[in-house]
């Protein structure tokens, strides 16, 4: 990763993207206005080829971008729209404006009402859909969208009566669904290290029977165990983000996905009870990261799915572990 972008882009987002920024857009308050402000810093087309007006970022060094977006619970596809810009750019197609969601993919026919799942659909006005074998863009504006998620969640559910040819736009084969679930991988790293650092805060300064809790042995031990997830979660992003934009590997995005959604499911509950109920109020940032870290973790197959899939690969092949790690890191 490049700290250079890092450190941009964790300037851009501390100064704009507040709690209360947040707050307000899950609250369903214009967004728009924190998208202006992301799309002028440039860091949207990161991924584009310099020849298209973009950075021509490797995914290696954008990933900081998507790590720094998790960790500022940033309540727009910031990350998502980079990667469908990108992957639209390596095809020789120009982007739309605004955020592009991409939908968890659907087996809907063309006669039957059209309606697909939308990680992010409430704050996005484009949406990579697949249908019958091809990949298609469509606006927000021709939808029918109803939010799908709990309370602030920005999920959606985009339904159509019949399919909109009209405002269909066939996309390039490439994998889309891959790099949306490696990038919900990268978000949630993110956000599993604010959590973690933010959980250090409260217990070094929050004292109980005399002393600060983080002196009492089992809220050193729970921060032990959540410190080994997060720090593999960071590890299991940076090799789904290894490949090449054109090259990817599903392994490695398996195992980015799989080991981060996990990490989720132990380090939420730790963050949580070392804050006891502080970590619940509306008022404490906390609970801005558990439950996007939750609806990410369940976004484009939880760990279960991608735990099922990598061992059905295993038992696919007769190589050692040695064999079965290496593959993970070369482009399929």
């Known amino acids: 990763m490049n700290q250079d972008i890092i450190d941009a882009v964790t ?11 947040i707050q307000r857009i899950e609250a369903g308050q214009d967004w728009r206005p924190l998208w202006d402000t992301l799309e002028s810093s440039g860091f949207t087309d990161a991924l584009v080829s310099e020849a298209m007006g973009g950075a021509g970022l490797s995914p290696a060094d954008a990933l900081g971008i998507a790590i720094c977006s998790g960790q500022h619970a940033l309540p727009l596809p910031w990350a998502h729209t ?7 750019a390596l095809h020789g197609v120009a982007a739309p404006s605004g955020p592009i969601a991409i939908a968890e993919p659907t087996d809907t026919t063309a006669t039957d009402p059209i309606s697909v799942s939308v990680p992010w659909g409430r704050v996005a006005d484009h949406a990579v859909v697949h249908h019958q074998g ?8 021709s939808a029918e969208i109803a939010p799908s998620g709990g309370p602030g969640g920005l999920d959606a559910q985009w339904t159509w009566p019949s399919w909109p040819s009209a405002d269909a736009v066939p996309l390039p084969d490439a ?12 978000l949630m790293a993110g956000a599993l290290e604010w959590s973690f650092e933010l ?4 217990a070094n300064e929050r004292v109980q029977f005399g002393k600060p809790i983080s002196k009492i042995q089992v809220i050193q031990q729970q921060l032990s165990v959540m410190a ?7 590890m299991a992003a940076q090799i789904g983000w290894h490949s090449p934009l054109n090259q990817f590997s599903l392994t490695a995005l398996a195992v980015a996905k799989q080991r981060t959604s996990e990490a989720v499911t132990v380090c939420a509950p730790i963050a949580h009870a070392v804050h006891g109920a502080m970590g619940f109020t509306a008022e404490y940032a ?10 990410w973790r369940l976004h484009y197959g939880s760990e279960q799915h991608w735990a099922r899939w990598l061992g059905e690969q295993w038992l696919a092949h007769t190589d050692d572990a040695l064999g079965a790690a290496m593959r993970v890191l070369e482009p399929q």
Do not use: I, K, N
């Not at 300037?11 to 920024?21: I, K, M, R, W």
């Not at 994998?175 to 990268?186: F, K, N, Y």
């Not at 959980?199 to 409260?202: G, P, R, V």
């Open 11 to 21: 300037h851009l987002l501390g100064d704009h993207c507040s709690s209360a920024v």
């Open 175 to 186: 994998a889309w669904t891959a790099w949306a679930a490696v990038t919900s991988a990268a």
């Open 82 to 88: 980079m990667v469908a810009r990108g992957l639209l």
């Open 228 to 234: 080994e997830h997060v720090f593999a979660a960071r």
């Open 134 to 141: 091809q990949h298609w863009l469509l606006p927000a504006g």
């Open 286 to 295: 906390l609970q801005l990261r558990t439950r996007r870290l939750h609806e």
């Open 199 to 202: 959980s250090m805060q409260y």
